[in-house]
């Protein structure tokens, strides 16, 4: 720190706060500490009988917290994201769309390896919505080494350490199985609830076909939707490994490339996941109809967005696989999901 006189001292960064008092009126902070000196604060400051500050003793490769916070921002800012005004060196990262956070969690760690930096986000490949806040950031002191934050640049130059994949609108072929639906001996419970997931996301179904548990048949009503221009097959029941439960057989008939089927996740092991001709087809287990979040709300996403799942991503699902079926569920904010 050094002392200047209040004239001297536009420009500089104020080191400390200075009180206003009104006797009986007002007694609080008039300025605050970091606060760049204006030309029209000077008045200000000597009304309030300051005739000299203290100010930050500046050297060229110090930078202060507002505009270090901009510049961190700015560089781990990817598609689909804007930035808040900075305060007290905190800049949030706002979700420009609806789509999928993707964080290149490599890079997120170098940097948060770097003295003096903050990067923190929310978990990856969560589904979000415009204006939610993805991410905030800041610097710890109030000035900081220029230096510092080229390393930052240099790290996150020409690459997306946060960004937001915006959700693509798809026409979804929904094939429903069992003898039971076929046959009228119960309602199907499935449609509803894939209908009104898939129009979560801006998409729509546009077609239902119900079939028994036959496995041909399973696999000519998948043709027929494709055929009719879906771009997205989601196949419901018969997902187990009973006798009856042919829809894993239907699904590998169509030719598919078969991901996985299966998943480490609790409730929707019995997952299956393929694609046929770059047209994903997920075969839905029974839980989906009764759970309010399961494996399907953790893939819809990356099907969403356009984003190809594999099958080293569905063997990370694993940790935090596990929902804890909460009174109240609170997904995408919760732990169920977080191994990818």
Same mark, same amino acid.
């Not at 290149?104 to 170098?110: A, G, K, N, S, T």
């Given at each position: 720190?050094?002392?200047?006189?209040?004239?001297?001292?536009?420009?500089?960064?104020?080191?400390?706060?200075?009180?206003?008092?009104?006797?009986?009126?007002?007694?609080?902070?008039?300025?605050?500490?970091?606060?760049?000196?204006?030309?029209?604060?000077?008045?200000?400051?000597?009304?309030?009988?300051?005739?000299?500050?203290?100010?930050?003793?500046?050297?060229?490769?110090?930078?202060?917290?507002?505009?270090?916070?901009?510049?961190?921002?700015?560089?781990?800012?990817?598609?689909?994201?804007?930035?808040?005004?900075?305060?007290?060196?905190?800049?949030?990262?706002?979700?420009?769309?609806?789509?999928?956070?993707?964080?290149?969690?490599?890079?997120?760690?170098?940097?948060?390896?770097?003295?003096?930096?903050?990067?923190?986000?929310?978990?990856?490949?969560?589904?979000? /919505?415009? *204006?939610? !806040? &993805?991410? %905030?950031?800041? +610097?710890?002191?109030?000035? @900081? $080494?220029?230096?510092?934050?080229?390393?930052?640049?240099?790290?996150?130059?020409?690459?997306?350490?946060?960004?937001?994949?915006?959700?693509?609108?798809? /026409?979804? *072929?929904? !094939? &429903?199985? %069992?003898?039971? +639906?076929?046959?009228?001996? @119960? $309602?199907?419970?499935?449609?509803?609830?894939?209908?009104?997931?898939?129009?979560?996301?801006?998409?729509?179904?546009?077609?239902?076909?119900?079939?028994?548990?036959?496995?041909?048949?399973?696999?000519?009503?998948?043709?027929?939707?494709?055929?009719?221009?879906?771009?997205?097959?989601?196949?419901?029941?018969?997902?187990?490994?009973?006798?009856?439960?042919?829809?894993?057989?239907?699904?590998?008939?169509?030719?598919?490339?078969?991901?996985?089927?299966?998943?480490?996740?609790?409730?929707?092991?019995?997952?299956?996941?393929?694609?046929?001709?770059?047209?994903?087809?997920?075969?839905?287990?029974?839980?989906?109809?009764?759970?309010?979040?399961?494996?399907?709300?953790?893939?819809?996403?990356?099907?969403?967005?356009?984003?190809?799942?594999?099958?080293?991503?569905?063997?990370?699902?694993?940790?935090?696989?596990?929902?804890?079926?909460?009174?109240?569920?609170?997904?995408?904010?919760?732990?169920?999901?977080?191994?990818?």
């Amino acid at each position: 720190m050094k002392t200047v006189k209040v004239e001297d001292a536009v420009g500089m960064v104020l080191c400390h706060d200075i009180t206003k008092i009104v006797p009986g009126e007002f007694k609080g902070r008039a300025f605050k500490k970091g606060h760049i000196i204006r030309e029209e604060d000077i008045p200000v400051l000597l009304s309030l009988g300051k005739d000299h500050v203290y100010v930050w003793d500046m050297n060229s490769d110090d930078v202060h917290e507002n505009e270090a916070g901009i510049r961190l921002a700015q560089a781990v800012r990817g598609a689909g994201i804007s930035l808040t005004e900075p305060s007290e060196g905190k800049v949030q990262l706002i979700a420009e769309h609806d789509g999928m956070i993707t964080i290149d969690e490599e890079l997120l760690y170098q940097i948060n390896l770097i003295d003096d930096m903050v990067v923190g986000t929310r978990n990856n490949y969560r589904p979000v /919505k415009k *204006g939610d !806040v &993805v991410a %905030g950031v800041r +610097v710890i002191p109030l000035m @900081i $080494n220029n230096e510092k934050l080229k390393q930052v640049e240099e790290i996150a130059e020409g690459k997306e350490v946060i960004s937001i994949l915006p959700f693509k609108e798809h /026409k979804v *072929g929904s !094939v &429903v199985t %069992g003898n039971e +639906v076929y046959y009228g001996r @119960i $309602n199907d419970r499935f449609s509803p609830v894939i209908r009104k997931k898939v129009e979560d996301y801006g998409s729509e179904v546009i077609g239902e076909i119900i079939v028994p548990d036959d496995a041909d048949q399973i696999a000519a009503a998948i043709k027929k939707l494709i055929t009719q221009g879906a771009n997205l097959i989601l196949a419901s029941g018969g997902m187990s490994v009973d006798p009856d439960d042919v829809t894993p057989s239907g699904i590998r008939q169509t030719g598919a490339e078969i991901i996985s089927y299966g998943a480490p996740v609790l409730p929707g092991a019995m997952m299956m996941i393929a694609y046929l001709d770059g047209i994903p087809i997920l075969g839905l287990p029974g839980c989906v109809m009764y759970h309010k979040t399961t494996v399907f709300d953790l893939l819809l996403p990356f099907v969403m967005s356009g984003h190809k799942i594999t099958r080293p991503m569905i063997a990370r699902l694993g940790l935090g696989g596990l929902c804890l079926n909460c009174e109240e569920c609170r997904y995408p904010n919760c732990s169920f999901g977080t191994g990818f």
